[in-house]
């Protein structure tokens, strides 16, 4: 009995030992998966960085646009104050106009 318990025991220590044991076919295709995997990261790293790259340059382009919108406003307020400037000379020269006109 306790040739056979240990024969049994010995064959089960043996199944379990070449069972459990990696093949150079699963290292290989271990390594394989750590290489596509170490690729899809560093593909992931680059595109996180371009997209990183791109919205900086998209916040500069705002600011620029903001900058130049402050601008066209401030041109824009000058011009309306000078046409109100000269409209109120107009007005008064069409006074003196029409007044030169009376006499």
């Known amino acids: 009995m306790k ?3 240990l024969m049994i025991s010995l064959m089960v220590v043996f ?13 290989e295709r ?6 596509e ?3 899809k990261a560093d593909q992931a790293l680059q595109a ?6 791109n919205a ?3 916040a500069e382009a705002a600011a620029r646009a903001e900058e130049a919108l402050k601008a066209a406003e401030t041109r824009a307020a000058e ?5 109100a400037a000269a409209e109120e000379r107009a007005t008064k020269a069409e006074g003196a106009f029409e007044k030169s006109m009376r006499k």
């Open 3 to 5: 040739k056979r318990f």
């Open 15 to 27: 199944a379990l030992a070449l069972g459990g044991c990696a093949t150079t076919g699963d290292l």
């Open 30 to 35: 271990v390594q394989a998966q750590e290489r």
């Open 37 to 39: 995997t170490s690729a």
């Open 48 to 53: 996180a960085e371009d997209a990183n790259t």
């Open 56 to 58: 900086l340059k998209a």
């Open 79 to 83: 011009a309306e104050a000078k046409a």
